[in-house]
T-cell receptor, first 114, second 112 residues
């Protein structure tokens, strides 16, 4: 089966600019996650969707980050405006259900904010 | 506060030596526990889960509730085991039940 797809793979922007990331989960997976992984750290959950509804966004910096999953399939994560500390790899993952703990990860988008 | 700790950032062993990657968690309940692995230039993927009591690629992990630890072990390391390993307990989140939380990771290097 096709895996989780993400684009772009790399992005370099200047601080205060905006950026958007796209994720297409595995077909049939209802749950979608966005993680932020700063260099040298483990992934940190930003937001979790169940179909097109938000299950948890308690760690999403809502003053600058937003995410949507309008049709319950693809998702976009946006940062506006970006700060230097947003430099990280942004990982998208999907799972079959909310109780399943087997997460399938995409390749990630490496963001560099200058 | 609930958290997961992997005390070693880097673990270097020779091929054939035993390996133990440590994971400690602080949690008042009984979390589900997982190990995820990321090989060079590959995606993060599930290695094993404690509930399955399985051995994957020769690795096992024992849950010690008394010590709140979930260490990953392999008796004889192979060069292909070189990777980043993340302990990931599912800890209680008020919004969404049990939330998968990743430790900081341990890089395992197996030397020939």
């Amino acid at each position: 089966e096709a895996g989780v797809a993400q684009s772009p793979r790399y992005k370099i922007i200047e601080k205060r600019q905006s950026v958007a990331f796209w994720c297409n989960p595995i077909s049939g997976h209802a749950t979608l996650y966005w993680y932020q992984q700063i260099l040298g750290q483990g992934p940190k959950l930003l937001i979790q969707f169940q179909n097109n509804g938000v299950v948890d966004d308690s760690q999403l910096p809502k003053d600058r980050f937003s995410a949507e999953r309008l049709k319950g399939v693809d998702s976009t994560l946006k940062i506006q405006p970006a700060k230097l500390e947003d430099s990280a790899v942004y990982l998208c993952a999907s799972s079959f259900g909310t109780s399943g703990r087997t997460l399938f990860f995409g390749p990630g988008t490496r963001l560099t904010v200058l | 506060a609930q958290r997961v700790t992997q005390p070693e950032k880097l673990l270097s062993v020779f091929k054939g030596a035993p390996v133990e990657l440590k994971c400690n968690y602080s949690y008042s309940g009984s979390p589900e526990l997982f190990w995820y692995v990321q090989y060079s230039r590959q995606r993060l993927q599930l290695l094993l889960r404690h509930i399955s009591r399985e051995s994957i690629k020769g690795f096992t992990a024992d849950l010690n509730k008394g010590e709140t630890s979930f260490h990953l072990k392999k008796p004889f390391a192979q060069e292909e085991d070189s990777a980043m390993y993340y302990c990931a307990p599912a800890l209680m989140n008020n919004n969404a039940g049990n939330m998968l939380t990743f430790g900081g990771g341990t890089r395992l290097m197996v030397k020939p």
